[in-house]
C-alpha cells in the first residue's frame, strides 16, 4: 500500500503530516510549543525574522530567526491528547528539541503570579503517555533543556524557580477546583498533597512532552508562568504572553549556543567548563 494511504501512518497531500500540515524541514530543530495557537504569533513578534508555515485545527506554526539562530514555534492545544500528536508530528518532520512554553498555577507559598516554574520533571497524571510507557517510567526534563531556560532567566531577570510539576488531564476537577454548579469531583484535595509533597504547580501539556522526548531520544523541557497562585487563591493572567515570548526566543537561542559549542569541543553532552575550561591544579 502506498504511503498517501496507510491507516498506520495517516498524511495529506503527499508527505504532509496529517494533522500539523507541515513537511520535513519546515520548521527549524528547535521548535517552541506553547498551547495555544493564538500564542504563536505573539511569540514571533520577538524574533527578527517570522514566517506563518501552517495551521489547521489546534495546531498553528511559525519558523524564523533570532540573533541569526533559526527558531519556530507550533501549538500543542490544550492537554495530553492534542500533545501527543503534535510532538509525535514534529518528530517526523525532523523537530529534536522542544520547548514549551505554557502558563499554570502554582502551589507552593514561595511562587507568585508572574514567576516562571521549570520543569526538572513532571507528575504524569496527563491521560496520553500511558499509552507509551508504565507509571514508573518518568517524565523527567533534558538537562541541557532545563540549563537553556536557566540561563534565559537569569539573563532576562526573571523571578524563576526549578522543581516537579504535576500534568493533568483536566483544568477543573483534576487541579481541585470545583466545577459546574459547585461538583467537586473526585480530586478535591490534590492541591493539599502535592503542595505538602514540594511539587511546584499544575498544568496540562508537560508531562506528555517529556515522557516522549525521552522514549524518542530527543530533548524535551517545560516553563510556565504562573497565572493562578493556589496558595493565595490569585488569578493573573495579565503579562504572560510577553514574558513567555522573551523567554522563548532567549532559551531557544541559548540552546543553540551550547549546540555550537559542544560541536566545535568535539563533546556529545554540554557542560558549563566547555565556555572556560576550568585549569588543573
Ligand atoms: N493552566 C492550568 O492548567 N492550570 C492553571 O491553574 C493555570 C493554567
Request: proline content about 5%; aromatic content about 8%; overall charge negative.
Amino acid at each position: 500500500m502506498s504511503g498517501e494511504f496507510q491507516a498506520d501512518r495517516p498524511s495529506t497531500h503527499g508527505d504532509q503530516q496529517y494533522h500539523l500540515h507541515l513537511s520535513q524541514g519546515d520548521l527549524s530543530p528547535t521548535v517552541l510549543l506553547p498551547g495555544d495557537p493564538a500564542r504563536v504569533p505573539v511569540l514571533a513578534r520577538e524574533w527578527d525574522e517570522a514566517t506563518a508555515v501552517a495551521e489547521n485545527r489546534e495546531y498553528r506554526s511559525m519558523r524564523g530567526v533570532f540573533h541569526g539562530t533559526p527558531i519556530s514555534a507550533c501549538s500543542t492545544g490544550i492537554g495530553g491528547p492534542s500533545t501527543e500528536i503534535a510532538v509525535n508530528e514534529l518528530a517526523a518532520v525532523g523537530c529534536d528539541s522542544f520547548i514549551r512554553l505554557g502558563t499554570t498555577g502554582g502551589l507552593q507559598e514561595h511562587t507568585r503570579c508572574g514567576d516562571i516554574i521549570i520543569s526538572t520533571a513532571s507528575i504524569r497524571w496527563d491521560g496520553a503517555g500511558v499509552s507509551y510507557a508504565p507509571d514508573a517510567y518518568p517524565a523527567a526534563a533534558s538537562y541541557e533543556v532545563i540549563l537553556a531556560l536557566i540561563e534565559a532567566c537569569e539573563r532576562l531577570a526573571l523571578t524563576y524557580h526549578l522543581g516537579v510539576s504535576a500534568t493533568v488531564a483536566s483544568f477543573y476537577a483534576a487541579q481541585s477546583r470545583p466545577s459546574y454548579g459547585g461538583y467537586n469531583g473526585r480530586d478535591a484535595t490534590r492541591v493539599d498533597e502535592l503542595r505538602a509533597m514540594g511539587v511546584m504547580n499544575l498544568e496540562m501539556e508537560t508531562a506528555t512532552i517529556l515522557t516522549l522526548c525521552s522514549l524518542f531520544g530527543l530533548r524535551g523541557g517545560a516553563a510556565c508562568v504562573v497565572i493562578a497562585d493556589r496558595y493565595r487563591n490569585e488569578w493573573r493572567p495579565e503579562g504572560a504572553d510577553e514574558v513567555l515570548a522573551m523567554l522563548g526566543a532567549e532559551a531557544a537561542f541559548t540552546l543553540t549556543a551550547h549546540d555550537t559549542l559542544k560541536r566545535r569541543a568535539g563533546k556529545r553532552w554540554y557542560f558549563p567548563a566547555l565556555h572556560a575550561p576550568v585549569a588543573q591544579t
